[in-house]
T-cell receptor
Framework: GAVVSQHPSRVICKSGTSVKIECRSL??????MFWYRQFPKQSLMLMAT?????????EQGVEKDKFLINHASLTLSTLTVTSAHPEDSSFYIC???????FGSGTRLTVV | DAKTTQPPSMDCAEGRAANLPCNHS???????VYWYRQIHSQGPQYIIH???NNETNEMASLIITEDRKSSTLILPHATLRDTAVYYC?????????????FGTGTRLTIIP
């Protein structure tokens, strides 16, 4: 139980476009989800906490207008990287139940 | 959250026990010790957690020292699939909605 499904697993996009990443809780309801970013050979860094029905809480240094988070239902949180640039290329991971279960990650490459 | 210190890398022979240490000397009395691992290009996987007592599950054993300032994760019979980065984290809640802070972890390589 407590499975989180993340989609897509890989995405390549052109610089200046936007990309949406979905994180779904399959067999439970998640009022809170967490979004992490991981650059090559580095550890996971928390970007934001997604709260169902309210605004996300962003960590210091994370641009909320660039990384749009929507948590409109108890089973779905989305992260949209707007106007993506090559420096946004990274591995994005979502989590629910604060660390009990993680998504499989999304490898974003911006060209 | 209390900080943790782990060796950056370790090797272990396949079939042997892998013992991964973690130092958390500033841990508070109400903080749990959690272990995760991350296989290359995948999301982290929860392994085990404990507060004071030693714990064991189907994946691993967790040994916490009496003063709780350090712990050891034991993979009893390491396989090649156990090659991963292992993270030790201390946190207040028992799977509550608390944000996690990942350190740099230990890169464990299982040698055939």
């Amino acid at each position: 139980g407590a499975v989180v499904s993340q989609h897509p697993s890989r995405v390549i996009c052109k610089s200046g476009t936007s990309v949406k990443i979905e994180c779904r809780s399959l067999d439970f309801q998640a009022t809170t989800m967490f979004w992490y970013r991981q650059f090559p050979k580095q550890s996971l860094m928390l970007m934001a906490t997604s709260n169902e029905g309210s605004k996300a809480t962003y960590e210091q240094g994370v641009e909320k207008d660039k990384f749009l988070i929507n948590h409109a239902s108890l089973t779905l949180s989305t992260l949209t990287v707007t106007s993506a640039h090559p420096e946004d290329s990274s591995f994005y991971i979502c989590s629910a139940i604060s660390g009990y279960t993680f998504g499989s990650g999304t490898r974003l490459t911006v060209v | 959250d209390a900080k943790t210190t782990q060796p950056p890398s370790m090797d272990c022979a396949e079939g042997r026990a892998a013992n991964l240490p973690c130092n958390h000397s500033t841990i508070s009395g109400n903080e749990y010790v959690y272990w995760y691992r991350q296989i290359h290009s995948q999301g982290p996987q929860y392994i085990i957690h404990g507060l004071k007592n030693n714990e064991t599950n189907e994946m691993a054993s967790l040994i916490i020292t009496e003063d709780r300032k350090s712990s050891t994760l034991i993979l009893p019979h390491a396989t090649l699939r156990d090659t991963a980065v292992y993270y030790c984290i201390v946190r207040v809640t028992n799977f509550g909605n608390e944000k996690l802070t990942f350190g740099t972890g230990t890169r464990l390589t299982i040698i055939p």
